[in-house]
């Protein structure tokens, strides 16, 4: 099996920063695309940020100049810096990657299970 997991969220202040991770861990044979997404009470779930195996990056208007997205490939782990927060950012952030399962060689879209990031005074 694959599994995601998120860690690193949690209540901060406007202008803030946190740092999120996502580890992938089970039967992997390889990553192609990592990335995140973000969904807030009463929104659809939006794309954040996205990398490539190769590292190109690509980040949602919304975010762009103040997310960094980042991915260490010997770990198996995308990373999410996010600075100058504001209290439109809060929302339950989900890791997303595509797959390769060492196991029966198939690709699948995988997913975390969240993890909420408040920003408030």
């Known amino acids: 099996q694959v599994q995601l997991v998120e860690s690193g969220g949690g209540l901060v202040q406007p202008g803030g920063s946190l740092r999120l991770s996502c580890a992938a861990s089970?039967?992997?044979?390889?990553?192609?695309?990592m990335g995140w997404f973000r969904q807030a009470p009463g929104k659809q779930r939006e794309l954040v940020a996205t990398?490539?195996?190769?590292?190109?990056?690509n980040y949602a208007d919304a975010v762009k100049g103040r997310f960094t997205v980042a991915r260490d490939n010997a770990k198996n782990t995308v990373y999410l810096q996010m600075n100058s927060l504001k209290p439109e950012d809060t929302a339950v952030y989900y890791c997303?990657?595509?797959?390769?399962?060492?196991?029966?060689?198939?690709?699948?879209?995988?997913w975390g299970q969240g993890t909420q990031v408040t920003v408030s005074s």
């Open positions: 997303n990657a595509l797959v390769n399962s060492a196991y029966d060689r198939r690709w699948g879209d995988y």
């Open positions: 089970g039967s992997i044979a390889s990553i192609n695309r």
């Open positions: 990398i490539t195996s190769g590292g190109s990056t």
